[in-house]
């Protein structure tokens, strides 16, 4: 549901003024994440995103990458992407299925799927775990992130303001919980716990390593 969500009603626009109405504690936590990112990517890398909406992420990572490559399902924001960085040489944007991408084994020196795109795509995720080391050079790094138990409630305030702003459905309050967030018109959001990316990058072939950022983000970095 939620990945046919996201291309079809929560994409381009709509999707740019998510965050833009994030409060100020959720806007830490989104700067947090793309600088602790920038800390584990090497100069002049080829980097990949999966789900990587309006281009927000790419943004911030082109300017010390060889190239910043996103693919998204949503070919709204994908035009919004390419709109917002038309300037940036070095970006390139595709319609892809993260899981089954169209491009070849180890064409980059870093793939990271941000912002608890691991679960927010609602694709297996261990099918998402392979795809992504797979299109990782053997010496590269796969990074994923999820929301930290303890952003939880900062998280359901933006959904909230989401919601209030009609971007979302109404929050479905009686079911959500523990890290998941229900909407009433079909929406759901999940987390990846430190453990269940332990669990995940089991035989990845990597070296694995988790840590908790900002009180907010769950890094899963194989390297």
Same mark, same amino acid.
């Given at each position: 549901m939620s990945s046919t969500y996201?291309?079809?009603? +929560?994409?381009?626009?709509?999707?740019?003024?998510?965050?833009?109405?994030?409060?100020?504690?959720?806007?830490?936590? +989104? #700067?947090?994440?793309?600088?602790?990112?920038?800390?584990?990517i090497?100069? #002049?890398?080829?980097?990949?995103?999966l789900g990587?909406?309006?281009?927000r992420v790419l943004e911030r990572l082109a300017?010390?990458?060889?190239?910043?490559?996103?693919? #998204?399902?949503?070919?709204?924001?994908?035009?919004l992407a390419k709109r917002r960085l038309a300037t940036v040489p070095n970006v390139v944007v595709a319609v892809m299925d993260a899981v089954r991408p169209a491009l070849a084994a180890a064409s980059f020196d870093v793939v990271c799927c941000l912002q608890n795109?691991?679960?927010a795509f609602h694709v297996e995720q261990?099918? +998402?775990?392979?795809?992504?080391?797979? +299109?990782?050079?053997?010496?590269?790094?796969?990074?994923?992130?999820?929301?930290a138990d303890d952003f939880w409630e900062h998280r359901l305030e933006w959904f909230r303001i989401q919601a209030r702003h009609g971007l979302v459905g109404e929050i479905d309050e009686s079911a959500?919980?523990?890290?998941?967030?229900?909407?009433?018109?079909?929406?759901?959001?999940?987390?990846?716990?430190?453990?269940?990316?332990?669990i995940l990058a089991t035989g990845c072939g990597k070296h694995v390593s988790v840590e908790v950022?900002?009180?907010?983000?769950?890094?899963?970095?194989?390297?």
């Open positions: 996201y291309s079809r009603r +929560l994409s381009g626009e709509r999707l740019e003024v998510c965050y833009e109405v994030a409060p100020p504690r959720v806007q830490q936590y +989104l #700067d947090a994440e793309i600088d602790h990112v920038l800390t584990l090497p100069y #002049d890398a080829r980097v990949l995103e990587c909406g309006y281009g300017p010390d990458s060889r190239l910043a490559c996103g693919i #998204d399902t949503s070919i709204d924001s994908l035009r795109g691991i679960s261990r099918q +998402l775990v392979a795809a992504a080391v797979r +299109l990782a050079e053997h010496a590269g790094k796969v990074i994923f992130s999820s929301y959500t919980s523990d890290g998941n967030i229900i909407c009433k018109d079909g929406f759901s959001a999940s987390t990846v716990s430190p453990e269940q990316f332990r950022v900002d009180r907010s983000s769950v890094f899963c970095v194989m390297s």
